[in-house]
């Protein structure tokens, strides 16, 4: 009996102890598991954190870009000076000193002057006959201006009214401005070509035939002297006179003898 009674002892202690030992485990288990939450809630917070905070930052540096952009936006760039050409040009009459101010001009005049320089002339624009105008392009007149009596126009095989002057010109010669004006139209036809048609003021109107490659565009102010572009293949209506110019001037819609204005 007494050792039944110990070996039932031996027993209950067996089950306390095992019963300790798991209850000891429970608790470590829950204090390992805890621990291990609240290391990942810290470094959760941490990385929204640094989220945070880079998001500010682009946020800032998006602001600080934009009111850069304002602030150059509202700069008034410089305007170039305008360069005095119209009178030396008017003063070189026709031949090598035409030529000779043209590639003086076009080598020193870069094409942000050359904007600026057109873009400044005046709206208001005066002609007068006392002013006179430089020649169109060098060239030996083929066909005079005539609208008292015809001329003999080769190629139709007629005579006719000829409002213009027809100067003779190789193909890609230039072609100058007579004097400071605007560019009204720009336009093409079957019997002179690609034609520029240019405002003088007062009621002038210079009008440029047989063109190619006009260098300036409708609205746009040219001086004296600019060229305006390049003389073209003759239609068909000049073929037998060859590649020419034709040069028109109108007071009031009316055509007038140009070589009467002719330095």
Not at 65 to 79: D, H, L, N, Y
Not at 175 to 200: F, H, P, Q, W
């Amino acid at each position: 009996m007494k050792k039944q009674g110990i070996a039932a002892f031996l027993r209950r202690k067996q089950y306390v102890i095992a019963g300790a030992i798991v209850a000891i485990a429970a608790v470590g288990t829950t204090m390992l598991y805890s621990d291990h939450q609240e290391k990942e809630r810290q470094q959760m917070e941490a990385e929204l954190a640094e989220e945070m905070n880079e998001k500010q930052e682009q946020l800032a540096a998006a602001e600080e870009e934009t009111e850069s952009a304002q602030a150059v936006s509202t700069v008034i760039p410089p305007t170039t000076p305008i360069k005095e050409g119209a009178d030396i040009a008017q003063s070189q009459g026709t031949g090598a000193e035409l030529e000779d101010f043209a590639k003086e001009t076009e080598a020193t005049e870069t094409s942000e002057e050359k904007t600026a320089r057109t873009a400044s002339v005046g709206k208001t624009l005066h002609f007068s006959p006392e002013d006179g105008m430089i020649w169109p392009m060098k060239g030996n007149v083929i066909l005079n201006y005539s609208m008292d009596s015809t001329v003999y126009f080769a190629t139709l095989e007629q005579y006719k009214y000829n409002p213009a002057v027809i100067i003779a010109g190789e193909v890609n010669d230039k072609v100058y401005s007579v004097a400071r004006g605007k560019v009204m139209d720009i336009s093409t036809n079957e019997v002179t070509g690609c034609t520029m048609t240019v405002d003088l003021g007062d009621g002038y109107e210079a009008i440029y035939g047989q063109l190619k490659e006009p260098n300036f565009a409708v609205g746009d102010y040219v001086e004296s002297g600019h060229v305006l572009g390049f003389v073209a293949e003759p239609t068909k209506y000049f073929s037998v006179e060859g590649s020419n110019l034709y040069f028109e001037l109108q007071k009031d819609g009316v055509p007038v003898d140009p070589v009467e204005f002719f330095e």
